[in-house]
């Protein structure tokens, strides 16, 4: 028996029916802060100034 370690009020982020990331969008500013943000939700967001490009630990 295998356990589901995904918690009930959250969405899967793997297999079939995992939810798609495309929604979210980042910018850097010009004092290099990074903020992703959700292109629905219009407060929902976070900056932060220390950030590693995911594409860089691939």
Do not use: F, H, K
């Not at 009930?8 to 010009?30: F, I, K, M, N, P």
């Amino acid at each position: 028996m295998s356990a589901d370690t995904t918690p009930s009020d959250r969405q899967t982020t793997v297999g079939v029916d995992a939810v798609s990331l495309e929604r979210y969008s980042a910018v850097q500013t010009d004092d290099l802060q990074l903020i992703v943000y959700d292109e629905l939700i219009d407060d929902a967001w976070i900056q932060s100034t220390d950030w590693i490009d995911a594409l860089a630990m691939a």
